[in-house]
Structures are given as structure tokens and as C-alpha cells.
């Protein structure tokens, strides 16, 4: 399908090509555009409206917005549960603005979401930063050991809250009972960013990892749109216990979250649940059970290719979802270039791929057509792999952390105060006064405060040449960064 701009050509023009078009999607929404499900959704003009008599207001929800949260939280075992249409990262906003004030400690495993460090920023928190395990041979971020969070809290007596990633992107989870542990030992709410496991709640056969709902987490933030049938921004946050005050929550919202709320994606979070409570749970365990014999198959005949299928009770993989297909190049071809294979020659679509891997994002949507499409694509290409296809170094681009940068200031004061462009050449020693982000995944390799080390120079000069996504280095020459003015 040519994505070539045209006479003609407008975005809509160019969704509905794609619709029509072979080209299958193993990437966010979960919905995958699946047809069957598509078809009873009723046209979005038709039901997209403001606040009128009759539907509610997601602000202050007194009517079927209130009982669809209501309703959603009984299914998942939450006390509260929010609907969100800025997506997990207003979720995210909230739960952090609500568990501490500015000039207060949080602590925060360094893998994180931007949308959490942006807080770090604009609310002045001090943070206190632990390193998840290496997992892959140190290509990605593992599960978090919740002895470190033990022993920063020690440490670190004052701190108000902690924030885990769990699920990672590459769908690492971590053991959030102990995490939970650990933090509650202080009196202190464990907040998880669930972001990419929003299909964990749902009963599946124990072939999904448990959600941390069920662990002790007092806030879990999940995006619906990852992972399950829910339209692009859809999300959830969920309160459990007494440790964070909903009407702290409430508040947080209105800051983070639109004053106009879509009617459209509201319903989508609503008929998700519904959908989830009522089919949905036969069909993401016949799913999982889909994915089992996926991996056990490829595990039989791949050669080169790894793709690892379950992991449990590893330190650094505490547990592993199985929706996240992650292709390892096996050191004969780059993640960039297997992508490239699956988009040519295959006419598949991945959710993202870097130095080391490729992933492909499955969920209960996915046709059996696309699951054997992507299944033959690996082994065939597994085949035909030839040492001319490229090289894989070592470490990905999530091995942003050989160790913990140097927090010189705190992120605000770096953030807000006086910078300059500095070429990303004379960087190394300098301060970040902004956020160097590698997309996706969009976790900061640099937030504002941090010194730059020669070590990240190289990572980021490597993520640029292997042309991925890096916010927050300037499009010139010299791929200026933005420092703090010495
Ligand atoms: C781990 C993680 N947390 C949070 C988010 C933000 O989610 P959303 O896009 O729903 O705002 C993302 C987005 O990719 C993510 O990967």
C-alpha cells in the first residue's frame, strides 16, 4: 500500500486505504481493527456529544457514567475505578499529584513512563530512583528486586509513594505482592503503572500474569487501548484501600483530564468492560492458550530467531505476558531489519523495533489469520537468515542504565531554569535541563537535573543511527541537547 502523499490525499483518505488494505497490525489498539467487532460498533458521528441532560459528567458522576464505574470496578475487584480518555498518562499524572507535594520524595524504579517523569518536573518532587534488573543478556529493562525498594526506603525514610512499571513494554512484570510489601511496611501507596496489562484482571486460565489489583497495589493505572478492544486513549485507574483519597483522586483529574470528555471513547471504555465481563474472558483464554502453542511451536523450530515464550520466577523476569511477541535478531540481523522484512515482505505491521529486537503486540482480537501470518514470517525469515543481513551488538535500547545517572539538581529547578543548546558531541559532563526520550518505548534515557555521561552520548548516538525515534535532541547537525546554562 503506497503511504505517499498524493492528489487526494487527506488522513481520512489514508485510514480507510489502510483499512482496506492487507496490512495487518501487530501494534496498539487491541481492538486490532478486527472486523467482527468493528462491525457492531455503531459510527462514531452518530454518538459523539457534550454533557447533555441524560448522560452524565465524567467530572462529577452522578448517573450511568457513575454505575459504568461502578460496574467496571465490581467486575475487576477495584473500590474505585476512573474512566480516562488522555489516555494512562493523565491516570498516571493523577496518582503521582495525589500522593505527594512539591519538595516531597517519591520513589520511582528508572524505567518509567515520560508522563511519570514529566511530573517529576512540574510538581518539583525529589526522586529517588531504583534500577530494575538487566534482563535479555542486558538488553532490557527486567522485573524490579523488591529487596532495592526495601532498602532505598530505608534510606530514604521521608519518601511519600513508589511507582513501578509493570508490565514493561517487552511485558516484563514484576513481584508486586513484595513490592507491595515492602511499601506498605511504611504506610506508604504503591502506585503501578499497568499500562500495557489491562487484560490481567480478566480470569484467562493463569495464562496472564495476575494484575496487580490483586497484589496489594493501591492505585493501578491501565490503558484499555493496549491491550484490549477499546479505542486509542481509553484507559482506567483503579483505587484499592484506604492509603490514597479518592476526592485527592477527583481533584487530580480535573487538572490532567479534558473538560470535554468524548462520548465516543467513554462508551468504548464502557461496552470494553462489558464485552470483557461477558465473552471476552472465554476468548482471552482461548487466546492464551492460542499464544502457548505458538511459542512451543517456534520453540521447536527456530535457529537463529529467539522468541521467548513463558518466563517465571526468574529475578529478573518475575513473570512474563505472553501477548508481547519480542523477536530477538539472534545476532545475525538488527530489529530494525527483521521490521523491515515483516513490512515489505510480509505486510505486517510491528508495535516497534530497536538495536536487538522487534515486537509485535498480540491480544484477543487477533484473527487466526494474522497470528499464522506472523507465525510463518518468523520462521521463514529464521530460514533465510544470512550473516549479510546485519549485525546485533549487545545491549538495546532500553540498556539506557549502566547505572543510575547523577541527579545533580532536582528535575524542576533543571527544567525551569536557565539552558542552552549544547552539540551532543560536548554533552557528556553537561546537565539536561529537558527529557531525552527514545520512542517507543517513551521511557526518558535523561530527565532535567541529570548529568550526561560519556556512556549515554554513545547509546544516544547509536539509538539516532539507527534511525529510531529520540525526543528531545534537536533536528540539526549537531543534534543539540538541551542543557543547563553553567
Ligand atoms: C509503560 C507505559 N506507561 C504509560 C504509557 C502511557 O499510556 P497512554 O498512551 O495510554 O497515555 C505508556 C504508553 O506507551 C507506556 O508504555
Same mark, same amino acid.
Given at each position: 500500500?503506497?503511504?505517499?502523499?498524493?492528489?487526494?490525499?487527506?488522513?481520512?483518505?489514508?485510514?480507510?486505504?489502510?483499512?482496506?488494505?492487507?496490512?495487518?497490525?501487530?501494534?496498539?489498539?487491541?481492538?486490532?481493527?478486527?472486523?467482527?467487532?468493528?462491525?457492531?460498533?455503531?459510527?462514531?458521528?452518530?454518538?459523539?456529544?457534550?454533557?447533555?441532560?441524560?448522560?452524565?459528567?465524567?467530572?462529577?458522576?452522578?448517573?450511568?457514567?457513575?454505575?459504568?464505574?461502578?460496574?467496571?470496578?465490581?467486575?475487576?475487584?477495584?473500590?474505585?475505578?476512573?474512566?480516562?480518555?488522555?489516555?494512562?498518562? %493523565?491516570?498516571?499524572?493523577?496518582?503521582?499529584?495525589?500522593?505527594?507535594?512539591?519538595?516531597?520524595?517519591?520513589?520511582?524504579?528508572?524505567?518509567?513512563?515520560?508522563?511519570?517523569?514529566?511530573?517529576?518536573?512540574?510538581?518539583?518532587?525529589?526522586?529517588?530512583?531504583?534500577?530494575?534488573?538487566?534482563?535479555?543478556?542486558?538488553?532490557? %529493562?527486567?522485573?524490579?528486586?523488591?529487596?532495592?525498594?526495601?532498602?532505598?526506603?530505608?534510606?530514604?525514610?521521608?519518601?511519600?509513594?513508589?511507582?513501578?512499571? /509493570?508490565?514493561?513494554?517487552?511485558?516484563?512484570?514484576?513481584?508486586?505482592?513484595?513490592?507491595?510489601?515492602?511499601?506498605?511496611?511504611?504506610?506508604?501507596?504503591?502506585?503501578?503503572?499497568?499500562?500495557?496489562?489491562?487484560?490481567?484482571?480478566?480470569?484467562?486460565?493463569?495464562?496472564?500474569?495476575?494484575?496487580?489489583?490483586?497484589?496489594?497495589?493501591?492505585?493501578?493505572?491501565?490503558?484499555?487501548?493496549?491491550?484490549?478492544?477499546?479505542?486509542?486513549?481509553?484507559?482506567?485507574?483503579?483505587?484499592?484501600?484506604?492509603?490514597?483519597?479518592?476526592?485527592?483522586?477527583?481533584?487530580?483529574?480535573?487538572?490532567?483530564?479534558?473538560?470535554?470528555?468524548?462520548?465516543?471513547?467513554?462508551?468504548?471504555?464502557?461496552?470494553?468492560?462489558?464485552?470483557?465481563?461477558?465473552?471476552?474472558?472465554?476468548?482471552?483464554?482461548?487466546?492464551?492458550?492460542?499464544?502457548?502453542?505458538?511459542?512451543?511451536?517456534?520453540?521447536?523450530?527456530?535457529?537463529?530467531?529467539?522468541?521467548?515464550?513463558?518466563?517465571?520466577?526468574?529475578?529478573?523476569?518475575?513473570?512474563?505476558?505472553? /501477548?508481547?511477541?519480542?523477536?530477538?535478531?539472534?545476532?545475525?540481523?538488527?530489529?530494525?531489519?527483521?521490521?523491515?522484512?515483516?513490512?515489505?515482505?510480509?505486510?505486517?505491521?510491528?508495535?516497534?523495533? %530497536?538495536?536487538?529486537?522487534?515486537?509485535?503486540?498480540?491480544?484477543?482480537?487477533?484473527?487466526?489469520?494474522?497470528?499464522?501470518?506472523?507465525?510463518?514470517?518468523?520462521?521463514?525469515?529464521?530460514?533465510?537468515?544470512?550473516?549479510?543481513?546485519?549485525?546485533?551488538?549487545?545491549?538495546?535500547?532500553?540498556?539506557?542504565?549502566?547505572?543510575?545517572?547523577?541527579?545533580?539538581?532536582?528535575?524542576?529547578?533543571?527544567?525551569?531554569?536557565?539552558?542552552?543548546?549544547?552539540?551532543?558531541?560536548?554533552?557528556?559532563?553537561?546537565?539536561?535541563?529537558?527529557?531525552?526520550?527514545?520512542?517507543?518505548?517513551?521511557?526518558?534515557?535523561?530527565?532535567?537535573?541529570?548529568?550526561?555521561?560519556?556512556?549515554?552520548?554513545?547509546?544516544?548516538?547509536?539509538?539516532?543511527?539507527?534511525?529510531?525515534?529520540?525526543?528531545?535532541?534537536?533536528?540539526?547537525?549537531?543534534?543539540?541537547?538541551?542543557?543547563?546554562?553553567?
Amino acid at each position: 500500500m503506497s503511504r505517499n502523499h498524493g492528489e487526494g490525499d487527506s488522513l481520512e483518505s489514508r485510514l480507510n486505504a489502510l483499512a482496506d488494505s492487507d496490512w495487518y497490525p501487530f501494534h496498539m489498539p487491541g481492538h486490532k481493527r478486527n472486523p467482527e467487532f468493528a462491525r457492531e460498533y455503531t459510527p462514531v458521528y452518530r454518538m459523539d456529544i457534550t454533557e447533555i441532560a441524560g448522560f452524565d459528567n465524567l467530572h462529577s458522576p452522578a448517573g450511568i457514567l457513575r454505575d459504568a464505574m461502578e460496574n467496571a470496578a465490581q467486575w475487576v475487584g477495584a473500590d474505585r475505578t476512573w474512566f480516562l480518555v488522555n489516555g494512562s498518562t %493523565c491516570g498516571i499524572q493523577a496518582a503521582l499529584g495525589a500522593v505527594a507535594k512539591p519538595g516531597e520524595k517519591v520513589l520511582l524504579a528508572r524505567n518509567f513512563h515520560r508522563s511519570a517523569g514529566q511530573m517529576l518536573a512540574l510538581r518539583d518532587f525529589r526522586p529517588v530512583f531504583v534500577l530494575p534488573e538487566e534482563a535479555a543478556g542486558g538488553s532490557i %529493562c527486567g522485573s524490579v528486586d523488591p529487596e532495592k525498594i526495601r532498602h532505598a526506603l530505608r534510606e530514604n525514610p521521608d519518601v511519600k509513594a513508589v511507582f513501578l512499571t /509493570s508490565p514493561t513494554y517487552e511485558g516484563i512484570v514484576s513481584d508486586v505482592r513484595a513490592a507491595a510489601e515492602a511499601v506498605h511496611e511504611r504506610g506508604i501507596p504503591l502506585i503501578i503503572d499497568e499500562a500495557h496489562g489491562a487484560h490481567f484482571p480478566w480470569k484467562n486460565g493463569g495464562v496472564f500474569p495476575v494484575s496487580a489489583l490483586d497484589l496489594g497495589a493501591d492505585l493501578v493505572i491501565q490503558s484499555l487501548h493496549k491491550t484490549l478492544p477499546a479505542l486509542t486513549q481509553t484507559a482506567v485507574l483503579h483505587l484499592r484501600g484506604s492509603r490514597v483519597s479518592p476526592e485527592e483522586i477527583f481533584r487530580q483529574l480535573r487538572i490532567f483530564e479534558t473538560s470535554s470528555p468524548s462520548y465516543v471513547l467513554m462508551a468504548s471504555i464502557d461496552r470494553c468492560f462489558r464485552y470483557m465481563a461477558d465473552s471476552g474472558m472465554e476468548r482471552l483464554r482461548m487466546f492464551g492458550e492460542r499464544m502457548e502453542r505458538f511459542y512451543a511451536e517456534l520453540g521447536k523450530q527456530l535457529r537463529t530467531l529467539r522468541v521467548p515464550g513463558r518466563i517465571r520466577g526468574k529475578k529478573e523476569c518475575f513473570d512474563r505476558d505472553l /501477548s508481547k511477541v519480542v523477536i530477538f535478531g539472534g545476532g545475525k540481523i538488527t530489529g530494525t531489519a527483521l521490521a523491515d522484512i515483516l513490512r515489505r515482505t510480509w505486510h505486517l505491521e510491528p508495535e516497534m523495533a %530497536c538495536r536487538d529486537y522487534v515486537i509485535c503486540m498480540t491480544s484477543l482480537m487477533d484473527t487466526e489469520d494474522g497470528l499464522e501470518r506472523l507465525f510463518r514470517a518468523i520462521l521463514e525469515i529464521d530460514r533465510e537468515l544470512t550473516e549479510e543481513d546485519g549485525k546485533s551488538g549487545s545491549g538495546g535500547v532500553l540498556r539506557a542504565f549502566p547505572a543510575l545517572p547523577r541527579a545533580a539538581v532536582p528535575p524542576e529547578e533543571a527544567f525551569d531554569g536557565q539552558w542552552e543548546n549544547v552539540p551532543l558531541g560536548d554533552a557528556a559532563g553537561r546537565i539536561a535541563a529537558d527529557f531525552v526520550t527514545v520512542y517507543p518505548p517513551g521511557v526518558p534515557m535523561l530527565i532535567p537535573g541529570e548529568e550526561i555521561s560519556p556512556e549515554m552520548v554513545a547509546i544516544i548516538r547509536e539509538d539516532l543511527a539507527l534511525g529510531l525515534e529520540v525526543d528531545g535532541i534537536g533536528e540539526d547537525a549537531a543534534r543539540a541537547v538541551r542543557c543547563r546554562r553553567k
